[in-house]
């Protein structure tokens, strides 16, 4: 018997005997054979009876083999690729790219044979190098981040499995038809189902599993070789993170690749002190969700408001409009200190580790919801609502963790009706007048400054609170990312509190902190690509911006939305996710406008797009990858190198990550430099230890093939790095359209293209780039305003005119049309 399953799959029921045993089963194949083939089997059989002669069994359920699915298109070379699968590719780009290593310390204290000296050549007890310690820190780092995001993946998807079921369709929008584009390039799955994802996890978890390996004491010992793993880390965490918001983009609903997307509210001012709250931290949407339905379901949508930190809560305002988001990582100990939360749940990545210290201050209990951060509370997760509550209330517990996400959606809200009135929004930031009292003590011997990661002037404005004159620490909020380690203990001999000092002299502007930003819309359309691939690739728009990251600033958050904003006016496409993005919704133009409501979600020219939270960072990487596919027709399946060769030398996009802190950070871009695309840090990011700088001088390295004749061409540093530190905002910002260059750029895309770069140098540093000439072909090349200035400053250096022919561009002599033994 066969028939349709509820998610339009062939479902088998039978009845057999197999040796003198009936077994009555069905399994479902998940086979639609117009779209797919089963090139292996992987079959769910679930056998409702089982009698024999010795045995008597029901509700066995077995999982046989695997499916993998095919789809129309052919596999390339590197299916689901190993470690070194890539490493040729990996080897050329690190050529044009060495790293530079940024040593935090010369020693390695990983295995006991240590700690061991690398510094001045150096090697260690097992013979390892500084270069490969480095590099091995590195891999360290984005193993962590993609291992973060996968097994945020995992615990998403076994959730919406259970809610949802195996079966379920993947729909991300009507115009997305190419829904996974790092899974299909990487893996060869073109998903269907949730179920699809997990294989496509099984082989991410693998992945990984060989990444950390190679950190082993003994194990890897060439830098270069270490790097390539890094790359490879990156590749699997976009894999992942596409995984993770295709899952929950179909299964709850999330916009669909929706250029309008709803404006939400953002900033700690959005919150009615008059209601009880809840404030959601972290990165899991599960647990918000279920506290979402109880509160629809019981009618207090608006007698309570849910309001998020961190990428939770970008996922919470796709699923609920109404919800609020506080604002980024940085503001996380402030608004708990603010006293605005009535109960905190928290689950996974980025949360404060003292959390429950913090929360203990203001008498908010924590719900903690993910076996990742128990953070010290006892498991309640079997207990009945009621005794949990009523432990709480009573005091005889600060905290629970609860694992299911629907009791610990019922405790959360219970939970903050009941505090609400025991709390009144209790308060661990003193007011002006007590700051001011306090500042008087002040010695002035600048130690909060020393730890300060931002050197902020904190004793210059203490003496003025002291005085009476608290606008000095009013003015430091926007730059202090609450690290409060201007309050750790023996930092301050007088036992001032600098940081909450800020807070205490910013308590009312805080109250008015109210911003609006455009909720995740997730994926690219396929209908935009097509629209908007041609000028890309041209350079007729001049770039692309993946404004992403956390909020680790090294001045205030307002500089990621000026940075924005300059590129919005100028036509470049930015789109941003995470952290990044709300900021990005905190900042306001000349005309009083938030960033989301002056310009359009549309990815085009001038256009500002949310994608959504950290796991969103899959469709920046994908619309790269959706231009190779839709746009150049170029074969995707399984076909990584030829893709990224496509992106590197054709597409001009570039990743900010100006306040990266994560190991995510780190993985995220790493996923980015296989693919080619180079990312700017700011300053904290030399932290990352390392750097992969182009040499502009060694005109060697910016050869590339024309695939219609395999000739070697000289290409210029298009572009010049694959990872670089910005020190200022300013420098950023002219590096950026540096970096948008590519070596196919037609004369009028170049022309664009410099006349930004030399447009901007001049704004920010009043001189033309001395670089300029390598950027310049032919005069054809020559912005028409700037012909006189620019021919000027050609004139003064060995510039000589080309002949005009732009290269069709490659890395790779497999993609010679005719021939041509290039290498
Ligand atoms: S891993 Fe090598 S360098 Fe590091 S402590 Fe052990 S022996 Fe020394
Ligand atoms: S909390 Fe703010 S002021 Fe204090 S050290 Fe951190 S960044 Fe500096
Ligand atoms: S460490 Fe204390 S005494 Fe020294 S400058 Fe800072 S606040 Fe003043």
């Known amino acids: 018997m066969k028939k349709k399953s509820s998610a339009g799959y062939d479902v088998f029921f039978a009845i057999t005997r197999y040796n003198n045993i009936k077994i009555a089963y069905s399994h479902d194949l998940y086979v639609q054979p117009d779209e797919r083939k089963i090139l292996q089997m992987k079959a769910r059989v679930k056998i409702d009876e089982l009698i024999g002669d010795d045995i008597r069994a029901h509700g066995v359920e077995l999982d046989i083999g695997r499916i993998i699915r095919g789809w129309e298109e052919r596999p390339g070379p590197t299916r689901m690729p190993g470690?070194?699968?890539?490493?040729?590719?990996?080897?050329?780009?690190?050529?044009?790219?060495?790293?530079?290593?940024?040593?935090?310390?010369?020693?390695?204290?990983?295995?006991?044979?240590?700690?061991?000296?690398?510094?001045?050549?150096?090697?260690?007890?097992?013979?390892?190098?500084?270069?490969?310690?480095?590099?091995?820190?590195?891999?360290?780092?984005?193993?962590?981040?993609?291992?973060t995001h996968t097994g945020h993946a995992r615990h998403l998807l076994e959730r919406l499995i259970e809610t949802s079921g195996r079966d379920h369709h993947l729909d991300i929008g009507a115009s997305v038809n190419l829904e996974a584009p790092n899974i299909r390039l990487v893996t060869g799955i073109k998903p269907i189902t949730l179920g699809d994802l997990e294989d496509v996890l099984d082989y991410c978890e693998k992945e990984i599993t060989q990444?950390?390996?190679?950190?082993?004491?003994?194990?890897?010992?060439?830098?270069?070789?270490?790097?390539?793993?890094?790359?490879?880390?990156?590749?699997?965490d976009h894999v992942a993170m596409e995984a993770a918001d295709i899952a929950q983009i179909s299964s709850l609903n999330f916009p669909k690749g929706d250029p309008e997307a709803a404006l939400v509210d953002i900033g700690i001012g959005c919150l009615d002190p008059g209601k009880p709250s809840i404030l959601v931290i972290g990165h899991n949407v599960a647990p918000s969700v279920e506290i979402t339905d109880y509160m629809r379901d019981h009618g207090l949508e608006d007698a309570i408001d849910l309001a998020g930190i961190c990428c939770t809560a970008l996922d919470l305002t796709r699923y609920n409009n109404q919800a609020k988001i506080v604002g980024p990582l940085s503001h996380q100990i402030r608004f708990i200190r603010y006293g605005g939360a009535d109960v905190i749940v928290i689950d996974e990545q980025c949360v404060r580790t003292d959390v429950v210290i913090?929360?203990?201050k203001v008498h908010a209990p924590v719900i903690a919801t993910s076996c990742k951060n128990f953070q010290g509370l006892p498991d309640r997760t079997r207990d009945t609502v009621d005794s949990i509550v009523g432990d709480i209330i009573s005091g005889k517990s600060t905290g629970a963790a609860i694992l299911d996400p629907v009791k610990a959606g019922e405790v959360a809200v219970r939970l903050a009706t009941a505090m609400f009135p025991k709390r009144r929004k209790f308060r661990a930031i003193p007011d002006e007048a007590t700051v001011a009292a306090a500042a008087k003590v002040c010695g002035g011997c600048e130690n909060c400054r020393r730890v300060c990661p931002n050197d902020l002037p904190l004793s210059e404005a203490i003496a003025a609170a002291g005085k009476g004159n608290l606008s000095l620490l009013g003015e430091l909020y926007e730059s202090c990312i609450g690290c409060t380690r201007c309050e750790a203990e023996g930092v301050c001999a007088k036992g001032l509190m600098p940081h909450t000092m800020i807070l205490g002299a910013s308590r009312i502007r805080m109250g008015k902190e109210k911003f609006r930003v455009r909720c995740g819309r997730g994926p690219i359309q396929d209908t935009e690509i097509r629209a908007v691939g041609g000028p890309i690739v041209m350079g007729e728009v001049p770039g692309v911006?993946?404004?992403?990251?956390?909020?680790?600033?090294?001045?205030?958050?307002?500089?990621?939305?000026?940075?924005?904003?300059?590129?919005?006016?100028?036509?470049?496409?930015?789109?941003?996710?995470?952290c990044a993005a709300m900021q990005l919704g905190m900042y306001t133009t000349e005309d009083g406008q938030g960033l989301y409501e002056a310009y359009p979600g549309t990815f085009d020219a001038g256009g500002l797009v949310n994608c959504g939270s950290c796991v969103s960072n899959a469709h920046i990487s994908g619309a790269a990858i959706k231009i190779a596919s839709i746009f150049a027709r170029r074969q995707l399946n399984s076909n990584y190198e030829e893709i990224a060769d496509y992106v590197h030398n054709r597409v001009g996009a570039v990743g900010i990550a100006w306040g990266a802190m994560s190991q995510k950070a780190s993985s995220i871009a790493a996923g980015f430099w296989r693919l080619g695309i180079p990312v700017i840090v700011g300053p904290h990011g030399a932290k990352y230890r390392r750097m992969l700088l182009g040499r502009k001088d060694h005109t060697e390295d910016w050869e590339v093939i024309d695939a219609r004749t395999g000739e070697r061409v000289y290409a210029a540093p298009t572009p010049e790095h694959l990872f670089a530190v910005?020190?200022?905002?300013?420098?950023?910002?002219?590096?950026?359209?540096?970096?948008?260059?590519?070596?196919?750029d037609t004369t009028k895309g170049r022309s664009i293209k410099l006349n930004h770069y030399v447009d901007l140098h001049r704004k920010f540093f009043g001189v033309m780039p001395d670089d300029m000439h390598l950027f310049v072909r032919t005069t054809a090349d020559i912005p028409v305003a700037m012909k006189d200035d620019i021919q000027k400053a050609l004139r003064q250096t060995d510039w000589k005119e080309g002949d005009g022919r732009i290269p069709d561009p490659t890395l790779l002599p497999r993609l010679v049309r005719r021939g041509g033994g290039a290498e």
């Open 545 to 578: 911006l993946g404004m992403v990251g956390c909020s680790n600033n090294p001045g205030s958050w307002k500089d990621v939305g000026f940075i924005a904003e300059e590129f919005l006016k100028r036509r470049y496409i930015v789109t941003t996710s995470g």
């Open 211 to 236: 990444l950390l390996a190679c950190c082993h004491t003994g194990q890897e010992g060439n830098n270069i070789d270490f790097e390539s793993k890094v790359f490879h880390a990156g590749m699997i």
């Open 358 to 360: 913090e929360a203990e």
């Open 726 to 744: 910005a020190e200022t905002r300013e420098e950023a910002m002219v590096l950026i359209p540096k970096l948008c260059m590519r070596p196919s």
């Open 83 to 147: 470690i070194g699968d890539l490493r040729e590719w990996d080897h050329k780009l690190l050529k044009k790219y060495p790293p530079h290593y940024l040593p935090f310390c010369d020693l390695c204290c990983l295995c006991t044979m240590g700690k061991c000296d690398l510094s001045r050549g150096k090697r260690g007890a097992c013979g390892i190098d500084m270069a490969a310690q480095q590099s091995r820190i590195v891999l360290l780092s984005a193993s962590i981040g993609t291992a």
